[in-house]
């Protein structure tokens, strides 16, 4: 159970494109998910928070802009990289939270690999 | 603000061989503590969640600690495998939105 999955799992783009990767809880509700970075041998950097129905909040440095976040339903949640730059190039993995385990528990996608060229 | 430290960045331990993985927090209000493993390219697998109200956790050869007032938890693999080669990241939720602030990482490679 807690299964959450993200398509694509690796995409390449051209610079000065958007590209939208998906996030879906499979099996419950997830009413919170949230959205991350991962740039080579460092460590996750929460980007967002998203809850079901309201604007995402988004951490401070993060262009709210140029990384769109729609959460329009209890088992989806979108992120849409516009204008893709190379620096944009990162490992993106989302989490949900919701009815499965603990209040504060997190379940994770699988990432996404975006590389713009 | 939460920070997260592991410590070391990289080991490498014959087979066969016990080891501690060290994490360090610097606020001690903390919902949980959670360690995940995350193999080349790939993405998190939770290894073990620990409750702010629990002090250990274990699920087979691994073994997580939690001194919630000292900001330190400890993650015990016995007899390692290579298999156990991976990076190790902990992760504390402090609470304010159940954000998760991850630790640095510690990359295990275990040698046969």
């Known amino acids: 159970g807690a299964v959450v999955s993200q398509h694509p799992s690796w995409v390449i783009c051209k610079s000065g494109t958007s590209v939208k990767i998906e996030c879906r809880s499979l099996?419950?509700?997830?009413?919170?998910m949230f959205w991350y970075r991962q740039f080579p041998k460092q460590s996750l950097m929460l980007m967002a928070t998203?809850?079901?129905?309201?604007?995402?909040?988004?951490e401070q440095g993060v262009e709210k802009d140029k990384f769109l976040i729609n959460h329009a339903s209890l088992t989806l949640s979108t992120l849409t990289v516009t204008s893709a730059h190379p620096e944009d190039s990162s490992f993106y993995i989302c989490?949900?939270?919701?009815?499965?385990?603990?209040?504060?528990?997190?379940?994770f996608g699988p990432g996404t690999r975006l590389t713009v060229t | 603000k939460q920070e997260v430290t592991q410590i070391p960045a990289a080991l490498s331990v014959p087979e066969g061989e016990n080891l501690v993985l060290n994490c360090s927090f610097t606020?001690?209000?903390?919902?949980?503590l959670q360690w995940f493993r995350q193999d080349p390219g790939k993405g998190l697998t939770s290894l073990l969640l620990?409750?702010?109200?629990?002090r250990e956790q274990t699920s087979g050869r691994l073994n997580a600690s939690l001194d919630k007032s000292s900001g330190r938890s400890t993650l015990y693999i016995a007899a390692s495998q290579p298999g156990d080669s991976a990076t190790y990241l902990c992760?504390?939720?402090?609470?304010?939105?159940?954000?998760?602030?991850f630790g640095t990482g510690t990359r295990l490679q275990v040698t046969l």
């Open positions: 998203s809850n079901e129905g309201s604007k995402a909040t988004y």
């Open positions: 620990i409750q702010s109200s629990q």
């Open positions: 099996d419950f509700q997830a009413t919170t």
């Open positions: 992760a504390v939720n402090t609470g304010t939105a159940s954000k998760l602030t």
């Open positions: 606020d001690s209000a903390i919902y949980n």
């Open positions: 989490s949900a939270r919701g009815e499965r385990g603990s209040l504060h528990e997190q379940y």
